[in-house]
């Protein structure tokens, strides 16, 4: 059968295939290469699976998109799928037709079922499949192992059916199978069982981290030879890891980490939340990165003077894009600072976010001239007065980059209690919309009515159309 055979016949070959009870390597060698992938989706729907462990042996496409295919806790097709791939990895000489080197396990491969079900409908096309598929030409069993591709989340306290299944599968076959993880996020598992999994992973695949649970140094510490490991990694978010350098064994774990941290040279985005052992430490941590980086988040923790002094100096923030420091409160810090450390990066900044970071009057005049780049720009939660307000947006209307802002309401519009009636909001927006006719310039404010007595995040925002047409829209 040709590959321009006719799309209906391609069809009812397909179907007359699946009724066959012995389809065999032997006749899909010759099978159209476009009806492969219709043809597993329907054997892997019917629970078939002889016929996939013969179409998994014939694979004619160097990539197998699986996870998308998956119902959980239905694995009996990926069962079926793992012992075609025995038989393959023990074979001295494959079928000419297979190029299976990849089994994909990742939530992605929805464009590759879909466009060999638009090739199986609407004829093959010959460019379409030279781009996914091999020729025909080796029979020698491949020297590299098979590449098995896999984001894993592990928020349980212990290992699901699936995951326990696959795990044992690749831990049998480590000399034929690398696992690659570029995700890993960490939400709920005793530390023993991680180490188990991550004795499995090529660790040097792994591109993204995400640690979401509550640690304390001592269990970071035990997880850092693995991060330093992952040599290409680029993002890495910690939150909740909880302990203070000024104590002695707990400075021992932080140079245990900043000592792993070093190996990591393509770190591009570092992010800290809710992480008490950063205050009095951060040039430590400061100083075991490798590289510039382009995204910066230290939230909703304590830092000091000296903190922020260092991260003005260090030299891998002059490349940063995105600065986030919100929930780390400056009140009390010296107004020259934040100017300091916001021109340092003033030249590549695009985002910056001081949400209730305790920001005054006086410190937010002081850096305002530092705002050259920005198009995104979050100061909500802080208590600013209406005159300051109206040096903000008349400052922020000859930005010509920015794109979003969100500011709290004036601390003038509170009563004692924190209550903003509802007299003084339409006061409020007649005043700040004023202001944007003045200026004469379309843009979409966000105003944050903070601290809000129901839930903290209420918000209205300002619209200013081209017309100079103005609307306000309450959330």
């Given at each position: 059968m040709s590959?321009?055979?006719?799309?209906?016949?391609?069809?009812l070959?397909?179907?007359?295939l699946l009724?066959?009870d012995?389809?065999?390597s032997?006749?899909?060698e010759?099978?159209p290469?476009?009806?492969f992938p219709p043809?597993?989706l329907?054997?892997?729907?019917g629970?078939r699976?002889e016929?996939?462990?013969?179409?998994?042996?014939?694979?004619p496409?160097?990539?197998?998109?699986?996870r998308?295919?998956i119902?959980?806790?239905?694995v009996?097709?990926l069962?079926?799928?793992?012992?075609?791939l025995?038989?393959l990895?023990?074979q001295?000489?494959r079928?000419r037709?297979c190029?299976?080197r990849?089994?994909d396990?990742r939530n992605?491969g929805q464009?590759?079922?879909s466009m060999?079900?638009g090739?199986?409908?609407?004829?093959c096309?010959s460019s379409?499949?030279a781009?996914?598929a091999e020729?025909?030409?080796t029979t020698?069993?491949?020297s590299t192992?098979?590449?098995?591709?896999?984001?894993l989340?592990?928020?349980?306290?212990?290992?699901?059916n699936?995951?326990?299944?696959f795990?044992r599968?690749?831990e049998?076959r480590?000399?034929s199978v690398h696992?690659c993880?570029k995700?890993l996020?960490i939400v709920?598992?005793?530390?023993?069982s991680i180490?188990k999994?991550l004795s499995?992973v090529?660790?040097?695949c792994i591109?993204e981290?995400q640690?979401s649970?509550?640690?304390?140094?001592s269990?970071l510490?035990?997880?850092?030879?693995f991060?330093g490991?992952m040599s290409?990694l680029?993002?890495?978010?910690?939150?909740?890891v909880?302990?203070?350098?000024f104590?002695k064994?707990?400075?021992d774990?932080?140079?245990?980490?900043?000592?792993?941290l070093r190996?990591?040279?393509h770190?591009?985005d570092?992010h800290?939340?809710?992480s008490s052992?950063?205050g009095?430490?951060?040039?430590?941590?400061?100083?075991c990165?490798k590289s510039p980086?382009?995204?910066?988040?230290?939230t909703?923790?304590?830092l000091?003077?000296?903190?922020l002094?260092?991260?003005?100096?260090s030299?891998d923030?002059s490349?940063?894009?995105s600065l986030?420091?919100s929930?780390?409160?400056?009140t009390?810090?010296?107004?020259?600072?934040?100017?300091?450390?916001?021109?340092?990066?003033a030249a590549?900044?695009?985002?910056?976010d001081?949400d209730v970071?305790g920001?005054?009057d006086?410190q937010l005049?002081?850096f305002?001239?530092?705002?050259?780049?920005c198009s995104?720009l979050r100061?909500?939660?802080?208590?600013l007065?209406?005159?300051v307000?109206?040096k903000l947006?008349?400052?922020?209307?000859?930005?010509?980059?920015?794109?979003?802002?969100r500011?709290p309401a004036p601390q003038?519009s509170?009563r004692?209690?924190?209550?903003?009636?509802?007299?003084r909001?339409?006061?409020l927006?007649?005043?700040?919309?004023?202001?944007?006719?003045?200026?004469?310039?379309?843009?979409i404010i966000?105003?944050g009515?903070?601290p809000?007595p129901?839930?903290?995040e209420d918000?209205?925002k300002?619209?200013?159309?081209?017309?100079?047409d103005?609307t306000?829209?309450?959330?």
């Open positions: 590959a321009r055979t006719p799309p209906r016949l391609l069809d070959a397909g179907r007359h009724r066959a012995d389809l065999d032997s006749t899909l010759s099978l290469t476009e009806l043809l597993f329907e054997a892997f729907d629970y699976t016929t996939l462990k013969a179409m998994v042996q014939t694979w496409f160097v990539r197998l998109p699986l998308a295919l119902e959980l806790p239905h009996g097709p069962q079926a799928v793992l012992e075609a025995d038989v990895l023990a001295k000489t079928s037709r190029k299976l990849v089994l396990l992605t464009n590759f079922w060999w079900l090739a199986s409908s609407d004829g096309s379409r499949e781009a996914v020729p025909r030409s020698k069993r491949p192992p098979l590449k098995v591709f896999i984001d989340c592990l928020k349980k306290r212990s290992l699901d699936f995951l326990t299944y795990l599968w690749v049998q480590r000399s696992l993880c995700k996020k709920s598992m005793p530390m023993d180490v999994v499995m090529q660790l040097d591109q981290v640690v649970c509550t640690w304390n140094l269990t510490a035990t997880f850092a030879p991060l490991e290409n680029q993002r890495l978010r910690l939150s909740h909880h302990g203070s350098a104590k064994q707990e400075h774990h932080v140079v245990q980490i900043t000592s792993q190996r990591l040279g770190l591009r570092l800290l939340e809710s052992f950063l009095g430490c951060l040039d430590q941590m400061l100083r990165l980086l382009d995204s910066l988040s230290i909703k923790c304590w000091t003077e000296s903190d002094t260092h991260l003005s100096q030299p923030i490349q940063l894009k986030d420091l929930g780390v409160t400056m009390d810090f010296r107004p020259e600072l934040l100017p300091v450390l916001l021109e340092r990066v590549t900044l695009q985002e910056l001081l970071c920001i005054t006086c005049e002081a305002l001239p530092a705002l050259s780049r995104q100061l909500c939660g802080n208590l007065s209406t005159a307000m109206e947006l008349r400052h922020t209307a000859a930005l010509p980059c920015l794109r979003q802002e500011y003038e509170y004692p209690r924190g209550v903003l009636p509802e007299a909001l339409a006061q927006r007649a005043q700040l919309l004023e202001i944007l006719r003045d200026l004469g310039k379309p843009r966000w105003i009515l903070c809000c129901r839930c903290g918000k209205f300002l619209r200013l159309c081209k017309c100079i103005v306000l829209i309450l959330l």
